[in-house]
């Protein structure tokens, strides 16, 4: 049922989406521009350009990342059962960065699109690394290690991308573009293969909801009850990377996004997982997709990036359902 | 785990009304870190352009040295490395405060709004230079008027947080979204300006020891030892909390009052090293993890943590002045080294 709402919810926005930008349309000229065939009207054929190649790549691109971060904020939280947990915290954002930066300063590259692949790259590398580092020895996978080596690691690499940036101009003026986060400016050439990564995030994350509910209750118990913890946490982990890596590599970093839908999912559904990651996924997506709207409309006829607006819209609403006690320490 | 079970039946020491548990580990652990700290730190100032040996700079410091040396430490080297070793003994205690209050070793002063909310200030007077903005910076200075936007930041953050009491989670989750704010704000700022600007700022965010004079260091040391004996009396109340609530009301700890004021102590101490050296990363979330992993303890140890944050920002400095080809801010050099640390204490104590 509020599921359902959701998908409404969501369906709106990006009907709005369409409709709102520098040049407003009209729902029958976005119609148009979705479906008729290219005619010799001049005025006509430029709003069927905006709408196919600017308005609806961004609009996809926002439900998708939305739906990406989402569910990857709410399982990073399972996995660790540490409520500050964040996408961020496996290094992903973090090696994203800096393989960015890296890109910039080695293959003086200067085009955005250029960049994408490198960030997925140094997303998907930094996930790897982080999580084989938590699984070693005795003590594999232990949340806090996981957290804490995430953070380790993190750190490391933020601090090679300023020295890089601090010394290289030309990455410096890129790494504060892109540090914002928008979902912007890119084609369906980099939209598709997303969206493939992110589906078989989201496949591989639903897979492993009843083992994530059953970690909640402790290794022990869950253990007792016949889940094999190494392979859930590891399906898991590589689920949450893929899903934030590839969210990540299109948009730019996107911080507090899924910490801050994977409380509110928490807060309407209540503990079980898999209610939960539905819904932190679809409110993903609308909180990005809304942002991005409002992004459009406040700086006109500028824009101010979505990552921006997620922060800066985002953060006070969620500051105000701290204070009323709606969050549980979960 | 050993010494944890030895330490209950070892006797307690009391001296009139204060009394100890006399823990050998822990004790050692922190006496050696202390040693190591003044040890690194006098070879901090004896390493440079040109060299002092080790017992002349011992010798100077306590005011028998060569008038040669006297001028060249007590002037030019001394309070670069004082600010290093204040900045990482404030940082690391309010690391281990944050991180005990909250139960959650993922926090770190960070979390609390300062360092966001004077990075927000800094780039916003580097960017906007206007009329204003440049009077500001023309009177009081850039890190004063940082510090100052830290500062309202980070009561924010605490009057927000506050409702019948200070409650770690709730802190931490206001502290996150206030953060978020100023990230942001910072992000755009740094998006639109001029890219010569953007450089400049960015070297403030990143927090450095380069060209400290007493001025900068004379306020920050005064707070930091006025807050730390602060910290030193309440914390006697303030370990019953890592029990509960209700334990600690039981042992007869006012554990709201305990915690707000070792949070306000926090607070000021992660706003004392701002003023000294700028925003420096990561200090405060490392030192008391790597200080609980060495000390051996359940929760962040607070002597240990200052002295791991102040090994950590003098030998990060030392590498900086020295071993780099490259002159990089501190704050660089301390993540560089303290993640990697990090991760090997972790995955050492894994192996185990």
Redesign the interface.
Known sequence: MGLAVLVVILVVAGAVSLAVGARALSPAEVWHGLFAAPESDQRLTEIRLIVRTVRVPRTVLAVVAGIALGVGGALIQGYTRNPIADTGLLGVNAGASFAVVSAITLFGLTNPFQYVWFAFLGAAVAGVVVFGLSSLGRGAGNPLTLALAGQGVAVFLAAMTTAIALTDQAALNALRFWNAGSVAGVGFGVIWPVTAFVAVGLVLALITLPAVNLLNLGEDVARGLGVNIALSRTVGIVAITLLAGAATAACGPIAFLGLMVAHVARYLTGPDYRWLVPYAGLLGAIVLLVCDIVGRLVVRPGELDAGVVVALLGAPFFAALVWLGKFKNA | MSAEAKSSVLPGLRLGRVSFVWRPWIAGVTLLLAAVTFLLFCLSIGIGDFPIGLPQVIATIFGHGEPVDEFVIMDLRLPRALAGLVVGIALGVSGAITQSVAR????SPD?LGITSGAGAVAVFLVTVSGGTATAIVDSVGLSAAALGGGLGTGLLVYF??W?RGIDG??L???G???T??M???T??L??TAD?RD??RA??WL?GSLDDRGWDEVRTALWCTLALLAVVTCVAFQFRPLHFGDEVAAGLGVRYTRVRAVMLLCAVLLAGAAVSAAGPV??VA??AP?VAMRLARCPTPPLAASGLVGALLLIGADLVARTALP?S??V??????I??????HL??R????
Do not use: H, K
Not at chain 2, 331 to 336: D, E, I, L
């Open positions: 959650n070793p993922l926090s979390v927000l947080a409702r989670f709730r931490i989750l206001i996150i979204s206030v978020a704010v990230e942001a704000i992000t755009w740094l998006a890219i953007v450089a960015q070297a990143v990363p990561f979330l490392v993890q490259v990089l801010p704050g660089v050099v301390t993540a560089a303290g993640g990697p640390f990090l991760v972790l995955v104590a894994n192996a185990r």
